[in-house]
């Protein structure tokens, strides 16, 4: 008898669960109350490099082949085209930047993803570019809206998508609504306050907040990036982002946000850029910065991931693989993104 498992959310993290689920041979249900502000409003950007601390990604080597291949997969299947290349350029703020970007370009562990400075790097002249810039290799982005399109579509035809609140009431053990499930899955990302069975674990809520604007002079052909990112959407279109408002639960947008991302904005150009759109989502965020995955401490059909933070398409494919790896196989999780992790160190 094939297992069925009943996911809560179809956000990135609960869309990749699916089809791990579904290709390992489980039945699907996922359950999702549209009200998604997190993996819809995302850039979908996909950097293997930490600007901030000119350091790689945690385990971007396991990620970045691993996701190409799931997005490609979930491409062709769907006859559909998400996963774009991505020119990242990134302008350094000081002297230093530039210095450190030299000492790593050359090592074995950066050389895959950081292209060596050229000259035509220090004097790149299509921003402001007073301490020179270096090339991003293997970036890449995410059209959210195409992937969703496309996901929603496999999912439907291997699977079951139910358009609804999901009522925590009507959770009877494995039964809901009538249904007798193996597992519940809770994907509910910066709602997981409302999970009562691991509203223990504390998921930070991150706001973050993005304008589309139009622009006559940004360059269309690479995705600029100092205190902020412009990613090209063509047609001389551009999203700016993005917000960090700690400990945010609110949704809309503000004047504040908007001010702060054209502050950001003018360290790379003095135009006087119109805005057309401004958005707003809360990622769900962890205090170490890792995802929170595993099963329920004493229920043990009821499980969880959650905790992308801010590169939910970066880990989702991998970490939801390694999460249905552990469900169908008893392959045990990777002890830094358990959720065992938080209740040793709470003691429960
Ligand atoms: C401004 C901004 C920019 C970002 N840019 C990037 C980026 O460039 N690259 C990147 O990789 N990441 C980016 N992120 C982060 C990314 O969006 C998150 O990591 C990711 O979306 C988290 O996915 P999730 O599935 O865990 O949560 P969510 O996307 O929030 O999904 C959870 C789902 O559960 C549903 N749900 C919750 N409770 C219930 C219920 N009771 N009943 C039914 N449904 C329920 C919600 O409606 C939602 O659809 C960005 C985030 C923000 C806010």
Known sequence: MKKHFLIVGAGVAGACTAVHLIKSGAN????????????????????????????????????LPFLKTFYKEIEEDTSSSFLLNLSIRRLFASKQE???WLEKEGRDDF??????????????????NPFGSGRIKEAYCIDVSVFFKSITKWIKEHGTIISEEFDYKNLKENTYKGTLYDGIVFCV????????????????????QLLTIKS????????????CFILPKGKRLFKIGSTYEWNNPTTNTTKQGKKNLLENLSY????????????????????????????HKTVKTYHILNGLGAKGYMLAPLISKEFVDYLMKGVELDPKINISRYYRRNNT
Request: some cysteine; proline content about 4%.
């Open 98 to 100: 530039q210095l450190l």
């Open 111 to 128: 050389s895959p993803y950081l292209e060596r400075i050229t000259r035509e790097d220090l004097d790149y002249s299509g921003a402001k």
């Open 268 to 295: 790379i150009t003095d135009e006087s850029v119109s805005v057309l759109h401004q958005e707003a989502g809360i990622r769900p965020t962890t205090k170490d910065r890792r995802p929170m995955v595993g099963t």
């Open 28 to 63: 699907v249900t996922i359950i999702d109350n549209n009200k998604n502000v997190s993996s819809r409003v995302a850039a979908g950007i996909i950097n293997p490099i930490v600007f901030r601390r000119m350091t790689k990604s945690w385990r971007i080597d396991d990620f």
């Open 189 to 208: 990302g910066h709602q997981n306050k409302d999970c009562k069975y691991f509203e223990e674990l504390t998921i930070e809520q991150t706001k973050g």
């Open 216 to 227: 006559k002079t940004l360059p269309e052909n690479v995705s600029l990036n100092r205190k």
